[in-house]
């Protein structure tokens, strides 16, 4: 007579010690055990267990996302990491900033924080951009605010690095698109127009109370910064109309009383989200968002904070203006007046009506059309 398989199992599950002896240990091999349908070995349970606590211990070993801060000067950088790293310098030049990313590219973080220093940080952060890095500049107010919140009084160069390494943890900035070649040439040049300007105001008002001894030299020098100026504008010119879409939008913004070249160019030059942004939006960037100022029984109260104060004094200027020649913010600064609100505040309003107004010519590519009464 043959067996069949079937007899052959059956054989096998008849008297459970056949399968487990005394002490619980299988007589048969693992094998065989795995094959025998409905049978659960009484170490199954146990090796699940261990087997989930070894994922879980898994998943607890897995390192945390790593920050980098790094504090930029002329012969250094240094660099920290968050949560966890020993702090690092290297030289400012092309080698040291290579060193840095391969350091990084090692590291892979999260997010690099940098302080804003006046274009020395300027070198490393393309470096950093080249290398698809994710890098961000911040305000060094806003990071020296969080350095006094955490405690930390102390300023050196390393104690920077942490901070800022800390502050990208914390705070998580967003990342946000970096200028590119032609922007930051318009951005130089505006900056070195408004330099030559304020030279030029101070040499004047020295030039009234100087005694007569320096009078010559005083008026060589206000004859030669005036020449510089000139060419400074002649420069601004020729960057503009390098670039179609600059020379569309010049056009746009002039359109609307109160705005000259210099507000119009500082606009593009500084304020490169004009168009793309909400009327909401766009008042944060310049500083002219009204902001809440409540607290106890004071309520009602608004203020301007913060923001980037060459464009908001440039767009001082053009309220100025436009709330002599500009029919719809002259109606809108009387109306503010007769209400019973100061001068300031009035102009503080123009000043955001009129930011308003700029954003939406942009972003709908339509120009100033004067009110028909």
């Given at each position: 007579m043959v067996k069949?398989?079937?007899d052959g199992n059956r054989s096998k599950l008849t008297g459970s010690h056949r399968l487990f002896s005394s002490m619980g240990r299988p007589v048969l091999p693992p094998q065989e055990l795995e094959q025998l349908p409905g049978l659960i070995s009484p170490h199954h349970s146990q090796d699940r267990a261990t087997v989930e606590a070894s994922r879980e211990k898994e998943v607890s070993m897995e390192a945390p996302p790593t920050f980098v801060g790094i504090d930029v000067s002329k012969a250094r950088l240094d660099m920290a990491l968050c949560p966890s790293g020993v702090p690092q310098s290297f030289s400012n030049d092309e080698t040291g900033i290579k060193t840095l990313i391969e350091r990084l590219c090692e590291a892979k973080p999260v997010l690099i924080?940098?302080?804003?220093?006046?274009d020395v940080e300027r070198a490393v952060v393309r470096a950093l951009v080249a290398a698809e890095m994710p890098v961000t500049v911040a305000n060094p107010r806003q990071v020296r605010d969080f350095a006094k919140a955490t405690g930390q009084l102390a300023k050196t160069d390393i104690l920077d690095a942490q901070i800022l390494a800390r502050f990208a943890e914390?705070?998580?900035?967003?990342?946000?698109?970096?200028?590119?070649?032609?922007?930051?040439?318009?951005?130089?040049?505006?900056?070195?127009?408004?330099?030559?300007?304020?030279m030029l105001t101070a040499e004047k008002n020295r030039l009234?109370?100087?005694?007569?001894?320096?009078?010559?030299?005083?008026?060589?020098?206000?004859?030669?910064?005036?020449?510089?100026?000139?060419?400074?504008?002649?420069?601004l010119d020729q960057t503009i109309h390098q670039s179609p879409i600059w020379c569309e939008q010049e056009d746009l913004l002039k359109?609307?009383?109160g705005i000259g070249s210099v507000i119009s160019r500082t606009m593009l030059a500084e304020l490169p989200e004009l168009g793309s942004l909400n009327r909401k939006q766009i008042a944060a960037p310049v500083g002219v968002a009204p902001l809440n100022w409540d607290s106890g029984l004071l309520r009602g109260r608004r203020v301007i904070w913060g923001g980037r104060a060459h464009v908001r004094t440039a767009l001082y200027m053009a309220a100025l203006t436009a709330s002599r020649r500009n029919p719809?913010?002259?109606?809108?600064?009387?109306?503010?007046?007769?209400?019973?609100?100061?001068?300031?505040?009035a102009l503080v309003a123009c000043m955001r009506k009129l930011l308003v107004i700029l954003?939406?010519?942009?972003?709908?590519?339509v120009p100033w059309r004067p009110v028909v009464t």
């Open positions: 069949t398989k079937q924080v940098l302080e804003a220093t006046g914390a705070v998580r900035p967003v990342l946000r698109p970096l200028p590119d070649e032609m922007t930051l040439e318009l951005r130089a040049l505006i900056g070195r127009r408004r330099q030559i300007t304020e009234s109370r100087a005694p007569r001894g320096v009078h010559k030299r005083i008026e060589a020098h206000i004859h030669w910064l005036e020449a510089e100026l000139k060419r400074y504008n002649k420069d359109s609307v009383p719809v913010i002259r109606d809108f600064y009387r109306r503010l007046r007769a209400a019973g609100k100061a001068p300031n505040v954003n939406a010519i942009l972003r709908h590519r």
